[in-house]
Structure formats: C-alpha cells, structure tokens
C-alpha cells in the first residue's frame, strides 16, 4: 500500500510538471545563464574552468532543487490541495516518498542537461570512471530530493512561504553539495582516491534524510 | 443571538451510536476562540443544518469533525472513532467539501478523480459514472484549472459521490453555484438521506426543509441553543 501511494503522488507531480513545465520553463534558463556567466567571468583558461565546473554545477542544481520543490507544494497549496492529503487515510510517510521520487526525476534531468552544458561549456572531462559519475549524481539529486521534498512542506505552511526555503535548505543540504563535489572533482579529474568516503557519506545523508522525511513528514501535515 | 433555532423534525432515532459526538471542543487561533466549549450530537443518518453568520465557528467545527485540525481543548468521537488518536480512520470515512475544492489544476476532471480513488481505494471504474452524474461526463478531459468555480464544485461533489463516505461534511455548498449545481447538491442530500448517511450542511443559506432533520444555531464560536 505504501508503494502504491508514493507511486500515485509521484505520478500525480510528474504528470503536473509535464503539463505545465513550471519547473523547467525556470530552473533550467536559470542554472544556463549561471553557468554560462561564471563561463565569461572565470575567461578561457581551460584549467580554472575544469576545476571550479564541478561545484558549479552542484550549485546549479541545489538552486534548481529549492526552487523544484517550491513550485511542487505551490501546485499542492492552490485549492488547498494539501489538506486533501492531510485527509486521505494513507500513510502519510508515503506521500512523502512519492514527492521525493518525483522531485528525484525532475531533477535528475535537470542535471543531465545541466551536465551537457558544463561539459561544453566548460570543458569538463567524463573521466574514465562514468558510473561512479551516473552514481554520485544519483545519491547528490537524492539527498537533494529528499531534504527538499521534507523541508518545501515546511516552507508552504510558513508564513513566510519561499523566503523559508533556502534559510531552511542551504545549511542542511552543505554537506551533500561539499560530497558531491569532491567526488565529481576527483572523478573528472581521472582520480578515484577518497572517492569511497565521499560516496559513503553521501549514501549516509540520503538514508538520514529519507528516514527523518518518512518519521516527520506526518506530524508536518497535521494541524 | 441570530436567530431561533428551529427543529423541522424529530431527530433520527437509532440504536447506532452517534456518528458524531464532541464534549466542550474549544479551539483557539492565536487566542481568541472560533469554537467555544462545543458539546453535540449527531444521530448516525441525520442530516443537520448547521447556520450562522460569517465568523460565528460554522467552518471551525466542521474542521474539527474532519480532523483537519485539533481541538485545543476538550475531544470526543466521530463515527465511533477518537477525534484524537483515531484519526486516520475517521478520515478514511468522511469526506469535506468546502469552496476549497482540493482539485489540482493541471489534472484534467478524469485525473483528478483517479487520483481520489488512487489514495481511497476507491475502484477507479466509478469515475465515468460520478462524473456523468454530475453532468461533467463532456469535460472529462479538460483541466480543471479553466473549470467555473461552480464545475469545480461539481468536480468535488463527484468525488464525495465516488467514496460515498459515512459521514459528509459540507461547507457552504450553495455557494458561487449555478442553478444546475444547486440541483446536483440537492441531489447529493437526497441521495445521502436514502443511504443513511450522515451529513452536516454548514450554510448560511438554507438548504431544501425535505433533506434536513435538524438545525443548529452558531454564534461567536458556540451553539447559541442546545440540540434538541
């Protein structure tokens, strides 16, 4: 029964995104221009651009993860949508990892076209390791999508709305960006040293995160 | 003091227990009461008009009945379930229909409902019949973000008729509503009464005599006269 809701409320978010392209009519112009700004201001020297793409792109995608997840409860507030989930008698742990998958998926592409822009943009090598690559953007987006979808509920029953996201997000969400950096960084770079630390740690995150989402998300919805 | 409260008819006799009973219910916002030490019971089947001016706690309290939020103090029962520790079970049993309709608007009227029974285990094939029911069976496949307000509230009363819940829990329905809605409403009641289901209209309009068995009185944040 929990798969079968996280999968419907999952479903539900992806269908509204394709709809109405919210997230990627703003996240993706937005995490371009980024990229392509620092591209001008860091100038053509190929080393510098190679070293500081990685944390670029984390950054991009941590912004297009507070910004995601606000437009995802923004479509559960109107009509106050939200309450209907409060009153459905599903678990509410499931909803929860049903926002999460799906924040997951929107962001996964977010990042994969965000990565083919700091690849030729900024020259940024695969490097000979492209499944530890695929698997460190999979445990970042997912610690990412975890904390996001938590603490977007949060920040929807605030009053101070979407101001309280980034407050709430960004000192959380630092060491998940700082892991997946030193990883991309030392992936790209042709070096798998501290590498398995780095992952752990985020595997670590992603699993502390999901826990707490799935305990708390409940006692968050409720009055 | 509004006005008198009136009783149409004599209230459901049963031997069921009271599908909605609640002891001194206060709940306060920021400190001021908008329900005031409450005590009711609702028959298990009973239609009950509760009326009221704007602000006097119509809508307060049937939050509280759905357990959309908490008694501040005081508690009792709704369906023979704790409105504080069993909560999941009244939920699963009611349905709230206010102007918040609880539609998303990128969801066409189709997806919407699929996604109600998705979460109420309601069998999905009920869809096509609710929504001719209600006369939304050609718009089917429209979203309802470019629906009226007043098919939007059609949209909703077709998910309550898809779940058919015990208890209904109405808020304003005749509000914003055009003369076709208002006959779906009515029809909702005439439906629910023949089903024995429980239903409190909150309205300042008063619904059709032939669907209600009671009325309640609110004003400031109380039963302005007890039950009969």
């Known amino acids: 029964m929990i798969l079968q809701v996280a999968q419907a409320i999952a479903a539900k978010d992806l269908r509204i995104e394709m709809r109405s392209r919210s997230a990627l009519s703003t996240v993706l112009p937005f995490a371009a221009t980024m990229l392509l700004a620092f591209g001008f201001a860091l100038g053509p020297d190929r080393v510098l651009l190679t070293a500081t793409a990685p944390a670029l792109l984390w950054l991009a995608a941590l912004f297009a993860s507070v910004e995601l997840c606000h437009r995802t409860y923004q479509s559960e507030a109107a009509n106050n949508a939200l309450e209907g989930l409060l009153l459905s008698p599903v678990e509410k742990g499931a909803v929860y990892l049903g926002k999460a998958a799906a924040a997951f998926v929107q962001l996964l592409v977010l990042l994969g076209v965000t990565a083919g822009i700091v690849i030729v943009l900024f020259g940024l090598p695969v490097g000979p390791s492209p499944l530890l690559l695929a698997l460190t953007a999979v445990l970042g987006i997912g610690g990412l999508s975890a904390l996001g979808s938590l603490l977007g509920l949060l920040a929807v029953r605030s009053r101070t709305r979407q101001a309280a996201l980034p407050v ?56 | ?107 066409t009227a189709t997806e919407n409902l699929h996604f109600a029974a998705r979460l109420y285990g309601v069998d999905g094939r009920l869809v096509e019949t609710v929504l001719a029911r209600v006369g939304l069976d050609e718009v089917a496949t429209v979203r309802a973000g470019s629906f009226s307000q007043g098919m939007r509230q059609r949209l909703a009363l077709a998910r309550c008729l898809m779940r058919a819940p015990a208890l209904i829990l109405l808020d304003e329905p005749y509000a914003g509503l055009d003369v076709d809605a ?42 302005a006269q007890a039950p009969s």
Do not use: C
Request: charge should be neutral; avoid cysteine.
């Open chain 2, 1 to 107: 003091m509004i006005g008198h409260l009136a009783t149409r008819r004599a209230p459901v006799t049963t031997t069921q227990p009271a599908a909605v009973h609640l002891s001194r219910v206060t709940r306060l916002f920021d400190g001021l009461a908008a329900v005031d030490l409450v005590s009711l019971e609702i028959a298990s089947g009973e239609t009950v008009w509760l009326r009221g001016w704007n602000g006097s706690g119509k809508t307060t309290l049937l939050r509280l009945m759905a357990t959309a939020i908490s008694p501040t103090f005081g508690g009792g029962g709704v369906l023979g379930f704790d409105l504080h520790k069993q909560r999941s079970a009244i939920r699963a049993r009611m349905d709230l229909l206010s102007h918040e309709t609880r539609l998303y608007n990128d969801l």
């Open chain 1, 168 to 223: 709430l997000v960004l000192p959380l969400v630092s060491p998940v960006i700082i892991a997946a950096t030193r990883t991309t960084e030392g992936l790209t770079q042709g070096s798998t040293t501290g590498i398995g630390g780095w992952i752990g740690l985020l595997v670590a995150f992603d699993a502390a995160f999901l826990a707490i989402g799935y305990i708390v998300f409940g006692h968050l919805l409720e009055d």
């Open chain 2, 182 to 223: 208002r006959v779906v409403v009515d029809e909702l009641l005439a439906a629910a009464r023949s089903a024995g289901q429980t239903v409190v209209l909150a309205s300042h309009e008063a619904p059709p005599p032939q669907f209600v068995d009671r009325e309640l009185l609110m004003d400031s944040g109380r039963l």
